[in-house]
């Protein structure tokens, strides 16, 4: 019986001992699971596919809506000319898809007023767009 005693005895105080050590544990990897959830639900902030500036100039009786887009990837290129109506932006005319980094395209509008260009461009399955200076004709 004393045997028994003693080694309940030394059983109680090594779980006395390690129940900190397990609480302390078990303290840590909920907090762990909590900072991976949390990274989880972080949002996820686009950044432009390109570094890409447009332009428009006058050149006559034409606009001339010229692009830049910075990147090594294959590029589709849209541009569409929009007229100031009142406070906003009315698209005009869109050009054909042009598919290469320095796009040109030419423009006869019909009136005069305020224009820019809505240069839209996709690399691979994704597209951004990019507002080009305004132009009075």
Known sequence: ????KLLTITALGI????????TDANDDF???????????????????????????????????????????SSVRAIFVLQKK???????????TSLYNNRPRYSFEPSSKGTYRIRLQYSIGSKSDNVISNYVIY
């Open 1 to 4: 019986m004393n045997k028994f």
């Open 15 to 22: 779980s006395l001992t390690l129940n900190p050590t397990i």
């Open 30 to 72: 909920h907090d762990s699971v909590q900072d991976v959830n949390s990274i989880q639900n972080l949002e996820i902030v686009p950044l432009s596919l390109a570094n890409a500036r447009a332009s428009l100039s006058k050149n006559g009786t034409s606009l001339i809506a010229s692009a830049s887009i910075a990147t090594s």
């Open 85 to 95: 109506v009142g406070a906003s932006w009315s698209n005009i005319s869109y050009s």
